[in-house]
């Protein structure tokens, strides 16, 4: 077992450990509007306010493919996902309200993973 399969195991540990909480977030009610990519069409000057666009599909996808070294990487573009919710709607919002609720959600499956860990 030489260092890089003791790696990639690990790597595969979080990545399951990801998944599984990404998956929580997909099947939360409030998650409607992240799910995803925000369409230009449907909202014209998101692009122009928002500069790291970022929703639950694409990093579905990035996870499948390993596109996170570690799941800090995974856990810092769902935080982007947050901020740029409370960038782009009021606090007092359907959406904004929605992006508090399930980043507070996410903290607490986090929290979880941290611990079990
Ligand atoms: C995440 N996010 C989604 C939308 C959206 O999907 N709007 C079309 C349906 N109302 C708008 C703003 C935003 O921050």
Redesign the pocket.
């Known amino acids: 077992k030489d260092e890089g399969d003791k790696d990639k195991k690990k790597k595969r540990k979080h990545t399951a450990a990801c998944r599984e909480i990404l998956r929580k977030l997909q099947a939360h009610e409030m998650a409607t509007?992240?799910l995803f990519p925000?369409?230009p069409k449907?909202?014209p000057n998101?692009r122009k306010v928002?500069k790291k666009p970022i929703?639950f599909s694409t990093i579905e996808n990035r996870l499948k493919k390993g596109r996170y070294k570690t799941a800090e990487g995974f856990m810092n573009e769902i935080l982007m996902?947050f901020d740029?919710?409370r960038l782009?709607?009021e606090d007092d919002s359907p959406?904004g309200r929605a992006?508090h609720a399930l980043r507070s959600y996410f903290d607490e499956r986090w929290a979880e993973l941290v611990r079990d860990n």
Do not use: L, P, S
């Open positions: 509007w992240f925000v369409d449907v909202v998101y928002i929703d996902v740029n919710c782009f709607n959406i992006g």
